[in-house]
């Protein structure tokens, strides 16, 4: 296979360039599709080609890319240690979601003009090339598993370092690479460095060739929690114990999940085990499905109401079986609510969500199976007791196993307790990757200058 100087092969990369020019229509229907949930999903089109940008930001910035609300939500401590020296910072996405993410996180520093948000342009050569002609960064970090490899060569190739930061690879993922071969090898070793978040990460991209990796934490766990919405979650909390009421929270499902968790919802409540029957917080991924999920409630023949149709309190969801929590920004509320949360996308292979911001705000877990996007996570939440994981297999949609496991945590107030002291001990006892990212990245621009 022919390789440039920069690592990028050459005839693997022609093709790559042609099935991007061939798909190019795709995207922009899909997008339009999209847009039946949300015109604002049209916004911004011409930056999604490499143009159009209205404003501008000095030249000399630090660019971070995060593709989507996650990877924006993690990057928060970094992008505010930034700000705090002084620095101004190119944010890119790919996602609306990610977009508005970023702009309510940091509207004042994007009011203040030293934060600039765009969309990272679709991987094609000219788009790429007009892109970095005209911010011109310093420096370029890209969030977790975000691999491009028009970016990626193309900053090689001029000189512009360019981190994978809060980085993490699943077996499967791995696999995947190496199907490419020499190319998949390629991609990730013309990174600068690669920060790894745990040493299975690091291992899986040593076997990819990479030589320059740092393990150095998990950024998640320096995100803040938002205090006016663990307040609220407090109080809404209170008055759910004058009716010695339980919440448990089902976080971030996907498509799947939340038939398996209704029908063991279902399942609990006709158990009749509970003098109060608890109240389930269902709370989608994906905003585009909350009127999906909605139907689905419905025909499990559950009362439910939406979070969207509260005044200022939760009193009028305290006689419902289910609500569903179609609004964003709130997690932290509904977590410190809940006495319990079951993790999505550990049920069904989706390689598990975040348990970080859960057993931040004091909430217990409960696990399925598939947790191999955040390994060592919940391998730690498990040891320490912070979490639980649901024995069985659900991909049939059979939920008694899931059925059994909120019995037993609900019914037994002691050991829910133990658990949440011990998810906070372990959000806080994993903390410091900011400053490990800083110290590698300060110390590699000490080199390079």
């Known amino acids: 296979m022919s390789v440039q100087k920069s690592g990028r092969p050459v005839i693997w990369f022609a093709v790559y360039q042609l099935l991007w020019h061939l798909l190019l229509p795709l995207a922009f229907i899909r997008l339009a599709w999209r847009a039946r949930h949300s015109i604002q999903y049209l916004g911004n089109l011409s930056e999604r080609l490499g143009f159009g940008y209205t404003k501008p930001i000095a030249t000399g910035a630090i660019w971070i890319h995060a593709v989507s609300v996650g990877e924006t939500r993690a990057a928060q401590p970094l992008i505010e240690a930034y700000l705090a020296r002084g620095e101004n910072i190119l944010l890119t996405h790919m996602t609306l979601n990610g977009r508005r993410t970023g702009k309510q996180l940091f509207a004042s520093a994007i009011a203040a003009g030293q934060i600039r948000q765009v969309y990272l342009p679709y991987d094609l050569c000219g788009p790429v090339e007009n892109f970095l002609k005209t911010f011109k960064p310093k420096l370029g970090l890209f969030m977790e598993t975000e691999a491009w490899p028009t970016v990626v060569f193309r900053c090689a190739e001029i000189s512009l370092p360019l981190f994978l930061v809060n980085a993490r690879l699943s077996q499967r993922s791995a696999k995947r690479v190496q199907s490419f071969g020499k190319a998949g090898q390629a991609l990730f ?123 200022k309190t939760p009193d009028a969801c305290h006689q419902v079986d289910v609500l569903l929590g179609d609004s964003m920004g709130e997690m932290a509320m509904y977590y410190s609510a809940a006495s ?110």
């Not at 191999?372 to 498990?382: E, I, M, R």
């Not at 037994?412 to 002291?421: D, G, I, P, V």
């Open 189 to 311: 070793q013309a990174f600068t460095a690669i920060l790894a978040q745990t040493a299975f990460d690091a291992e899986r991209y040593r076997q990819l060739g990479v030589r320059n990796i740092d393990v150095v934490g998990n950024l998640k766990f320096d995100v803040p929690l938002d205090p006016a919405q663990l307040q609220k979650g407090q109080e809404w909390r209170s008055e759910l114990q004058k009716e010695q009421r339980l919440l448990v929270c089902a976080a971030s499902t996907r498509d799947g999940e939340e038939a398996i968790i209704l029908k063991a919802w279902k399942q609990l409540l006709l158990s009749n085990a509970f003098t109060v029957p608890p109240l389930l917080c269902l709370i989608p991924r994906h905003p585009e499905r909350f009127a999906d999920v909605a139907s689905v409630i419905a025909n499990m023949g559950l009362t439910f109401r939406k979070r969207s149709e509260w005044l």
């Open 340 to 449: 319990l949360t079951v993790m999505g996308g550990t049920l069904l292979p989706f390689g598990g969500q975040n348990l970080i911001e859960a057993c931040a705000a004091g909430c217990p877990v409960l696990l399925g199976k598939y947790t191999y996007n955040f390994q060592q996570a919940a391998l730690d939440a498990l040891q320490c007791g912070a979490a639980k994981q649901v024995e069985g297999e659900m991909l049939l949609g059979e939920p008694l196993a899931l059925t059994e496991s909120l019995k037993s945590c609900l019914l037994n107030s002691e050991e829910l307790l133990r658990m949440a002291q011990a998810a906070k001990q372990y959000a806080v006892d994993h903390q410091g990757a900011t400053q490990n990212i800083l110290a590698i990245l300060d110390r590699q621009n000490h080199f390079s200058d």
